[in-house]
């Protein structure tokens, strides 16, 4: 059986049709997957665990049923989601993953990441990354009252929305450099993650040695999927992927 991977779902009520396409994925997958690893941005905002609104409660729910067929669901949190905790770790059944991570699959050292880590060139985006990955800054927003977390999530959104205009393609991709050094210090040949938008299998050499780097696309348009085995790693569209569950 293979492991499933995805990331950058961005669920949120306002695209119900890829709320059905991540349920039918979930139903399909159990069962027929080793493991299930979602690498950040399963929701378009997380305020907080506490959140019950729409579409949050059916989502976990189905997560729930999901982990309760045996097989481990994995998350990571990503740059909209980061506020997953503990409550939510109960609710789901999913085990949150630290970023980075490396799982041990199929014989080899694979390193996870949501991948916003590995774009060092935008300064600004990795300084506001500390500042709310901050516990002390965590622990403050999470004692606001939830509409306002809420009113504040949008306004964030609305910024970072803002923010991105000005800023060139390059900045938003992964640094190169990163790249190397992570899987370096964390001795892989194999790093997946999401995040960029941008899937694709690229093949390195890192100090002489084949390597290669996978990143899963977004839901909005691409609804990637990936699908590990001995065999190596397969990316295709979640329609596909469905197929090859069967
Ligand atoms: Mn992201």
């Known amino acids: 059986m293979a492991a499933l991977f995805i990331s950058d779902l961005h669920l949120t009520a306002r695209r119900p049709a890829k709320l059905a396409l991540f349920r039918e994925l979930l139903r399909r997958a159990a069962g027929r997957v080793e493991a299930l690893y979602i690498l950040g941005d399963l929701f378009e905002v997380w305020v907080g665990d506490d959140d019950d609104t729409p579409p949050y409660t059916e989502i976990i729910d189905a997560l729930l049923a999901f982990s309760a ?20 770790e109960q609710l789901s059944g999913a085990r ?3 970023d980075p991570h490396v799982a041990e699959l199929y014989g080899q050292r694979v390193l996870l990441m949501h991948g916003d ?6 300064r600004d985006y990795q300084d506001f990354r500390d500042k709310v990955r901050n ?23 609305l910024r970072s929305r803002l923010a991105l205009r000005g800023k060139p393609a390059y900045l938003m991709d992964v640094d190169p450099a990163a790249v190397e050094r992570s899987m370096r210090e964390h001795g892989v040949r194999l790093l997946i993650h999401g995040h960029t938008h941008r899937p ?20 909005y348009e691409q609804d990637s999927a990936l699908l590990l085995d001995a065999g190596g790693p397969q990316l295709m569209r979640v329609t596909d992927c469905l197929r090859r569950l069967g």
């Open 69 to 88: 067929g045996g097989a481990p669901l994995y998350v990571m949190r990503g740059n909209r989601d980061f506020l997953m905790g503990a409550r939510f």
């Open 96 to 98: 949150l993953l630290p």
């Open 200 to 219: 694709a299998v690229h093949a390195l050499d890192i100090d002489g040695q084949p390597a290669r780097r996978v990143v899963l696309g977004d839901w």
């Open 117 to 122: 880590l590995l774009c060092t060139r935008d």
């Open 135 to 157: 516990p002390r800054w965590q622990r403050r927003f999470l004692s606001l009252p939830l509409f306002l977390r809420k009113l504040l999530g949008r306004f964030a959104r």
